[in-house]
């Protein structure tokens, strides 16, 4: 049973560009986290989708950010017009349920832009 | 929304001896408290778990202890081994919503 992927592991980006970032899930999970990690922080939590539905997006910027899970393939985190700014390790995690069920990490996406 | 607090946010300990890493929260409603420990580069795992049912779990070298009046819950590692070095992460969730908060993070260093 495969574990949570992401890809790409690492992604390099300039200014303006669009940065997509994909999480596939463990097998059998429907509810997808997203997080960012800056240097030397913790994890933050941008947003909880569940397939086709976005519950909970308090964490993620208004601006130049969203998130989707379609009924297939994978969740997809994109920002738009990256700044330097959005240079961070971005952490997708899968559940069976709520949070009660332990949350299983992915191995991230460095995102670094120039 | 809940806030979560974890202190110290360094930990530097001869190996054998105990660590300990303490959180508060903020929202009395949370009623779940995990542990993730990360490795340098690696992704997060988690280590153990408790409820709000229960005061105290263990398992083996590692305990966790939550005092639910003072919103405090704490991490014990026992016989500490060079292994044990990595980043770890506090959290509280409830069940009004779904997402787990974290604090920002212990580094444990654990000297020769």
């Known amino acids: 049973n495969a574990g949570v992927m992401q890809n790409p592991r690492h992604l390099v980006r300039r200014r303006g560009q669009e940065a997509r970032l994909r999480c596939s899930p463990m097998?059998?999970?429907?509810?997808v986290y997203w997080y960012r990690q800056l240097p030397e922080e913790g994890l933050k939590f941008m947003v909880y989708l569940q397939k086709e539905n976005i519950i909970d997006e308090s964490g993620m910027p208004k601006e130049r950010f969203s998130a989707e899970f379609p009924k297939e393939g994978p969740s997809i985190l994109r920002i738009q017009q990256v700044v330097r700014g959005d240079s961070a390790a971005y952490f997708c995690?899968?559940?069976?349920?709520?949070?009660?069920?332990?949350?299983?990490f992915g191995p991230g996406t460095r995102l670094t832009v120039l | 929304g809940e806030n979560v607090e974890q202190h110290p946010s360094t930990l530097s300990v001869q190996e054998g001896d105990s660590a300990v890493i303490k959180c508060t929260y903020s929202d009395s409603a949370s009623n779940y408290f995990p542990w993730y420990k990360q490795e340098l580069g690696k992704r997060p795992q988690l280590i153990i778990d408790?409820?709000?049912?229960?005061g105290e779990k263990k398992d083996q070298r590692i305990a966790v202890t939550l005092n639910k009046t003072a919103k405090h819950f704490s991490l014990h590692i026992t016989e500490t081994q060079p292994e044990d070095s990595a980043v770890y992460f506090c959290a509280a969730a409830s069940d009004r919503d779904d997402k787990i908060i974290f604090g920002k993070g212990t580094r444990l260093h654990i000297l020769p």
């Open positions: 097998k059998g999970h429907s509810h």
């Open positions: 995690a899968s559940s069976l349920g709520n949070s009660y069920n332990e949350q299983f």
């Open positions: 408790i409820r709000s049912n229960v």
